[in-house]
C-alpha cells in the first residue's frame, strides 16, 4: 500500500421520476477495508500518473469566478473537528447536486471522497464516478449483467494537499484535478461545487523553463553532446518529480545541473525575464521537447530525438526541407513495398 487510508465514503446522486436531481447519503464511512484499499490505492496511482493535470486553489470573494465558500468552510470545519466526515461529506454531496442541477447534460453519479496520508502529505481526493455495465459468468454457466465503477475512465476528479493548504495560505497549487479531454470547461461544473479557482498555469511554467534550458545550453560553452546531456539531465529531474507527485524546485534543479559540471542555472534562470516560480508542477508533455522534436500538420506526422537533428535529421529552414538520412527499417519496407507495387 502506498497511501494510508483515515476515511472514504460514497454517495450517490441520481435523477428521479421526474429527471431532479437527487442525493443518496450513506449514514456511515466505508466499511470493507481490503475492498477500500484496493480501489482507493488504484485510484491514487492511477491519478498521480496522469499528465496535463491543472492545479488552483480556494477562491475567495472577490476573485474572478465568485468562487462558492461553501465547500472550503465545510472543509475547514471538518479538519477542525466541529464536523465529522460523513456530515462533511454529505454537504459536499447537496453542493455537488446544486451545482449539477444547473446543467442539463448530467445524470450524475457516484460521489467518493477520501481523506489519506501519502508519504509526507495528507490529502482529500474528491472523484465522481460512474457505473459501467459488464457481463459474467455465474457457477451454473448462465450470464449475468453487473454495474461496476468504472475506474479506469476516471475524468472528474480533484485532490487537495491538505497539508500544503493549511501550512501555505498564499498557494495557489495545492488543488489539483484533472483537465477534461476536451480541455478546462469540462470540468467548470466539478471545481465549481468546490469554490477552486485556477492557480498555476503548469504548462506556460513547464515551457518557460524549457526555453530558460535551451538559452541556457545556447549561451554556454558546452560542446553539442554536453548541451544535449544538459536538457536530459533537466527532462530526468522533472520526469521523477513528476512520478513522486513532488513539484520541480529550480534550485534544486539547478544543483543537479551543477553535479554534472554545469554550474550557474539558477541565477541565469532568475535573473532573466523567464518569471519562473521557485516551484511548480511538472508537465512531462511539455518538457518532452528537450528530448525530441514532434509535429503533425497537413497528413504528415514527425518525430525524432533531438540528438539526431544535424546528423540523421538535416533541416533546412530557408528551403522548408528536412532530410532524413537512415530511414527506419519497418518505414523502409513499407515504402519499398508501395514502390513495387505501383
Known amino acids: 500500500m502506498s497511501i494510508n487510508i483515515e476515511q472514504a465514503i460514497i454517495h450517490e446522486i441520481s435523477q428521479d421520476s421526474q429527471g431532479q436531481l437527487r442525493c443518496r447519503l450513506r449514514p456511515q464511512p466505508l466499511l470493507n477495508g481490503q475492498a477500500v ?97 459488464s457481463m459474467t459468468v455465474l457457477d451454473d454457466m448462465e450470464l449475468s449483467q453487473n454495474n461496476h465503477l468504472d475506474l479506469n475512465n476516471i475524468q472528474l476528479a480533484a485532490r487537495i494537499d491538505l497539508t500544503e493548504w493549511q501550512a501555505d495560505k498564499d498557494s495557489r497549487k495545492y488543488i489539483s484535478f484533472i483537465r477534461g479531454r476536451a480541455g478546462r470547461k469540462v470540468a467548470d461544473f466539478f471545481l465549481d461545487f468546490m469554490g477552486c479557482v485556477e492557480g498555476v498555469n503548469t504548462k506556460a511554467q513547464n515551457k518557460t523553463l524549457m526555453n530558460a534550458v535551451e538559452d541556457f545550453v545556447a549561451s554556454s560553452e558546452l560542446t553539442k553532446d554536453e548541451r544535449q546531456q544538459c536538457r536530459n539531465k533537466v527532462f530526468e529531474y522533472c520526469s521523477e518529480r513528476f512520478d513522486e507527485g513532488a513539484d520541480i524546485e529550480i534550485k534544486d534543479l539547478a544543483d543537479e545541473l551543477a553535479d554534472q559540471g554545469m554550474d550557474s542555472f539558477y541565477d541565469f534562470a532568475r535573473g532573466g525575464s523567464y518569471d519562473l516560480d521557485e516551484e511548480f508542477p511538472a508537465d512531462k508533455s511539455t518538457l518532452r521537447q528537450l528530448k525530441k522534436f514532434s509535429g503533425t500538420g497537413g497528413g504528415v506526422t514527425l518525430s525524432f530525438d533531438g540528438g539526431h537533428l544535424g546528423q540523421r535529421v538535416i533541416y533546412d529552414p530557408i528551403s522548408d526541407t528536412i532530410l532524413i538520412k537512415g530511414v527506419p527499417a519497418n518505414l523502409k519496407d513499407q515504402l519499398d513495398r508501395r514502390l513495387k507495387g505501383e
Open 37 to 133: 484499499e484496493v480501489m482507493l490505492d488504484e485510484l491514487h496511482q492511477t491519478y498521480t500518473s496522469k499528465a496535463g493535470k491543472g492545479f488552483g486553489y480556494f477562491g475567495i470573494h472577490g476573485d474572478d469566478g465568485e468562487a462558492n465558500p461553501a465547500f472550503a468552510n465545510a472543509l475547514t470545519q471538518y479538519r477542525g473537528g466541529e464536523l465529522g466526515f460523513v456530515e462533511f461529506s454529505g454537504q459536499a454531496s447537496k453542493l455537488l447536486q446544486e451545482e449539477l442541477a444547473k446543467y442539463d447534460f448530467s445524470q450524475g453519479g457516484f460521489l467518493l471522497m477520501s481523506c489519506y496520508t501519502s508519504i509526507t502529505s495528507d490529502y482529500l481526493f474528491v472523484a465522481l464516478l460512474s457505473a459501467k455495465s
